[in-house]
């Protein structure tokens, strides 16, 4: 994909955005804890980046059931604002329980 930039604000942009939006679609990698995810940017601002990417975001889930540790592989499927600076994160768990153990 080649490398684009507006220097429009993002039409879908909100007024109550705190940093204007421009479109801009680079390649891009992003490191979260020793994993790597391979994408393309929509729009950038001062504060932040809409990262698009059709790559997996993989994660470990653990908790205790009862008393007994579980440790469950999963990957994110949303993220989702919510009051204030909460984020509530969707995950989508692989193969069975007692795979995953």
Known sequence: MSDTTEQRPDPRQRDSRESPRT???VSVRVEMSGTHIA????DVSER?????TDEPIPVTVEYLDGD???SRRGRV???QRLAG??????????GDADADE
């Not at 994408?39 to 929509?42: A, Q």
């Open 77 to 79: 499927v949303r993220v």
């Open 68 to 70: 007994q540790p579980v």
């Open 23 to 25: 479109r801009l679609s």
């Open 85 to 94: 600076e909460a984020l509530g994160i969707a995950i989508a768990f692989e």
């Open 39 to 42: 994408g393309n940017t929509r």
């Open 48 to 52: 932040g980046v809409m990262l698009v």
